[in-house]
């Protein structure tokens, strides 16, 4: 063991898998070969809604080359999938939902004559009548599914709105649009699948939740959990897309009857077609708020395109309707969110879960009072935001770790010693602020993650977490987490991830969920093995274990600091007298169910807070927009890594931009990078990072988690900053070129 | 139809190679199929993402929009050829040191890009570091740890 330990948490340490990263060494799925390794492709429906009459793959069989066809007749299990309601077949089976249902897969020697042999199948449909818009699929007598086009509806009660409304000097109402938007991580999706050596089918490929799709491929080929393994590849980014299953099921049907290795990497052009999207949203806003500028009632109305399938959309509703105030004090609140399918491409999880859609709309409408109200935009959110012993529309009170004031009062410090942006002439330029709160790990369900620590004979420390990293950097943070509570350096931890043969699940990486809840699950399980370790070292040097601690690898005394003995001369011990030094921790945040009805409970045990500021350029003749620096304050609990959490905002900023500004994903039209623009280096801001610990009791040395929310201020903040720049307001995300120019012309003709 | 073969003759991170390849495969699948070098990565086989970058002739190209015969005479580098045996390239020391990587998947072809730049400009200014790697996308890290990175190299910072 080394002597001087590094890595604790609060270092800025390099992330454990990048050497590899930057060696090109890492392998990501479709780097992957093996001995007689065989290609896969799928053949998607090209049709939005249509019934399957009847799939003939004779003459693709033949083609040169192929090895098998398959359709949904060769699955042996449950053919639907879907990781909150099971909607969604791996093949089509009676009808096709969006144009890229996956309806047929073909193997072959090479990618090539798979391409061929998807080319000779022949699909017979019957049309069906198309639903494109979420208010024509709720009133329509064509059903999408059979239990109808509705596929959620979370309501949420809190006071007497209409009383609020009475009792509020002003009251405003408008209606807020979000497009689809394309994840894009920059890996598209890819598996490999084969036999192990113990024979299970095995399926590592570029995912978010190695163990769901365990679950899945175990449902869909109605085997035993033990004769299905699932590895997650070392993953090229997700921002949501890779937690529904996507090439997995498929390669593992492929292995379950032909026992030969399969690959599939998907083109970037499938990648965007089959994957899932960002709901768009429709907003509707009622709010009222008194002369003193106390917010005093909401009433808010939210619908969402799921598309063709379930995906995410479920949690995407709930968490936007526990999340539609905004982080500010309102006594009075209606919510109801609701998800309607259609035969769009699904939509899915995507880094916010849908409150980067509703913090636009409460941003928007809290600079819409400040100005009613003539009130600094800064002062109205100081005045309602959320501080210790507040209630959220939930009825839940925040009792510790809400940085929200301290992270407006942080980003305003700080935008008052920097120099103001002066507009350059025929220029317009403007400043805007969007604050936001995020509730971390899944929405009032549990989500527990569990972890194991292990020390072996020659005392080598090895962590096993189910997380998946998928660039966010868990298995680094995960890591120093395991540093601190062992009393050990970074390079004496050995880390086993995502792999369901070896790893304990850690549940999804999602909802900024790992940190806080992984993180916690390996604090104990760390904890539990350090205790084991102090026990044993007692026992030997007959000390009582509350005089002994241990530090640097070493056990010393409490009293003295005197080294006592080392890691290894315990492990030894243990281990000649067959003792194994193994540990597991559990964590399961507290949170209750809401409310069917009133949707009132505790959905997250604890909440994130940020706030960022912008400052725009805006040329009023083409429409071109340039945001020029964003300062971002993060209440983060605990920075576990600080040079990790400036990554994640840098990385929100920069998503935020595109989705303020850029992307929108048109169903039908985007086919490739080429129709998709996401921001280049020349299209982020300057970024100024602000990091605020206001510790999380419940958290690992007090740490939340910072992934989703790193993203969510900054378009709200940006679309603000266009309406002072502009002198007009835009209602519909991204503000394109054409809506900016609508919007000069609008102000010009005013 | 059989797709023809063609000699080529070309160095690869500073080996000789010769052999036969279809004529019609382009560099990247040179590269990745035919040599097995899989550190250079594909994201889009159209020219928008830039992770297939590597170096022709010490100029940073898309290798997925190249004909692989025309490296005949040529030389090329890969991720794989930046660093000398054993020891790494400063530019990836200081990827690793800045917190420049995070899924790794584009830093490859970044690393390419930016070492075509301090091969030629070895003081860029930061406006010339974002014009080099603006043909790079990246999706995970909102670029500011690989500028500053970058950055850091050309001023000397050792850390
Ligand atoms: S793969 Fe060549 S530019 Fe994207
Ligand atoms: S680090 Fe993921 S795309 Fe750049």
Not at chain 1, 86 to 104: C, Q, T, Y
Not at chain 1, 245 to 255: P, S
Not at chain 1, 511 to 534: C, D, F, H, M, P
Not at chain 1, 573 to 591: H, M, N, V, W
Request: charged residues 25%; negative net charge.
């Amino acid at each position: 063991m080394t002597m001087v330990v590094k890595g604790k948490v609060g270092e800025s340490i390099p992330r454990v898998d990048a050497l590899d990263k930057v060696l090109g060494k890492a392998r990501f799925a479709a780097d992957l070969k093996m001995e007689g390794l065989l290609y896969m492709k799928v053949l998607r429906s090209d049709r939005p809604h249509a019934r399957i009459k009847d799939i003939r793959t004779e003459k693709a069989e033949q083609m040169p080359g192929v090895v098998r066809i398959f359709t949904h007749k060769d699955i042996p299990g449950k053919n639907r999938t879907g990781i909150i309601n099971k909607d969604h077949p791996v093949l089509a089976d009676e009808k096709v939902r969006f144009i890229g249902d996956a309806i047929a897969l073909a193997v072959a020697h090479t990618e090539k004559q798979a391409e061929q042999a998807i080319g000779e199948i022949r699909v017979e449909y019957e049309d069906l009548p198309p639903i494109f818009d979420p208010q024509e699929a709720l009133r329509s007598a064509t059903l999408i599914h059979e239990k109808g086009n509705l596929l959620y509806e979370r309501d949420i009660t809190k006071g007497d709105v209409e009383q609020g409304f009475a009792e509020s000097d002003i009251v405003i109402q408008r209606t807020y649009l979000t497009s689809m938007v394309e994840h894009t991580y920059l890996e598209p999706d890819a598996g490999v699948a084969w036999i192990d050596d113990e024979g299970r089918i095995t399926v590592c490929a570029s995912t978010q939740n190695p163990h769901y799709d365990h679950h899945e491929i175990v449902t869909s080929l109605a085997l035993d959990p033990s004769q299905v393994r699932s590895i997650q590849a070392t993953t090229g980014g997700g921002f949501g897309s890779k937690l529904d299953v996507t090439v997995q099921c498929f390669l593992a049907l492929a292995v379950y009857y032909l026992r030969r290795p399969v690959r599939l990497v998907y083109t970037r052009e499938e990648a965007y077609l089959a994957t899932a999207k960002r709901h768009p949203l429709i907003m509707k806003y009622r709010t009222g708020v008194h002369r003193d500028g106390r917010l005093m009632a909401m009433d808010i109305d939210i619908l969402g395109d799921t598309g063709a399938y379930g995906s995410y959309g479920i949690a995407v509703a709930g968490r936007a309707a526990v999340h539609a105030t905004g982080p500010y004090r309102v006594p009075n609140v209606l919510v109801r969110s609701r998800m309607a399918y259609t035969n769009h491409p699904f939509c899915g999880a995507m880094r916010g879960f849908g409150v980067p859609q509703v913090a636009f709309a409460h941003e928007s409408q809290m600079d819409i009072l400040a100005e009613e109200l003539g009130m600094d935009p800064f002062e109205i959110r100081l005045l309602n935001a959320f501080d210790r012993g507040s209630e959220t529309a939930t009825g839940q009170i925040l009792k510790e770790s809400v940085g929200m004031r301290e992270c407006l009062r942080r980003v305003r410090k700080q935008r008052d010693e920097m120099q103001k942006v002066s507009a350059i002439p025929g220029k317009l330029v403007g400043m805007g602020i969007g604050a936001m709160w995020y509730g971390i790990g899944n929405t009032g369900v549990k989500n527990p993650s569990s972890a194991c620590a292990e020390l072996d004979h020659e005392g080598r420390f090895t962590l096993y977490t189910g997380a998946a990293d998928i660039g966010q950097g868990s298995s680094t943070v995960l890591s120093q987490i395991a540093a601190s509570e062992m009393g050990i350096g970074i390079e004496d931890i050995r880390l086993i991830r995502g792999d369901t043969a070896l790893t304990p699940d850690a549940g999804a990486t999602s909802a900024s969920r790992q940190t806080y809840i992984s993180g916690n699950a390996v604090r104990e399980a760390t904890g539990n093995l350090r205790k084991s370790v102090l026990a044993e070292a007692s026992r030997f040097l007959e000390i009582p274990p509350q005089e002994l601690t241990m530090e640097d690898g070493l056990v010393k005394s409490m009293k003295d600091g005197e080294i006592l003995t080392t890691l290894e001369e315990v492990t030894a011990r243990s281990y000649s007298e067959g003792k194994q030094l193994r540990a597991e921790g559990f964590f399961d945040p507290p949170t209750t169910n809401l409310n069917p009805e009133t949707g009132q409970g505790i959905p997250y045990a604890t909440y994130a807070f940020a706030c960022h500021v912008a400052d725009v350029q805006v040329d009023p003749n083409t429409g071109e927009v340039d945001v020029l620096r964003v300062v971002a304050a993060h209440d983060v609990g605990k920075a576990v890594n600080p040079s990790n959490v400036v990554g994640q905002i840098a990385s929100g900023v920069a998503m935020g931009t595109g989705f303020a500004l850029m992307e929108e994903f048109v169903p039908g039209q985007t086919r490739s990078m080429r129709q998709y623009l996401i921001p280049t280096v020349k299209d982020v801001p300057v970024v100024i990072p602000i990091i605020v610990e206001d510790p999380e009791p419940t958290g690992p040395f007090g740490a939340k988690g910072v992934g989703e929310p790193a993203l969510i201020p900054t378009a709200p903040a940006i679309l603000n900053a266009l309406a002072q720049a502009l002198g007009e307001r835009i209602y519909h995300l991204p503000a394109s070129l054409e809506r900016v120019l609508k919007a000069c012309r609008r102000e010009g003709s005013s | 139809m059989p797709v023809q073969k063609i000699r080529v003759r070309f160095r690869m991170n500073g080996q000789e190679h010769e052999q036969e390849i279809p004529s019609n495969i382009t560099l990247l699948e040179l590269i990745r199929d035919e040599l097995g070098l899989t550190g250079t990565k594909e994201g889009c086989e159209i020219g928008e993402c830039g992770a297939c970058t590597v170096l022709l002739d010490g100029k940073p190209v898309y290798a997925c929009l190249i004909l692989a015969p025309k490296v005949d005479g040529r030389e090329v580098i890969t991720i794989e050829g930046i660093g000398e045996e054993g020891k790494l390239h400063p530019l990836q020391e200081a990827f690793l040191t800045h917190g420049a990587v995070q899924c790794g998947f584009c830093t490859p072809g970044m690393l390419l890009s930016a070492k075509a730049l301090l091969d030629k400009n070895s003081h860029p200014s930061r406006e010339e570091i974002e014009e080099a790697i603006s043909g790079n996308l990246c999706r995970c890290t909102g670029y500011l740890q690989i500028v500053n990175a970058i950055e850091a190299i050309r001023s000397g910072e050792k850390e």
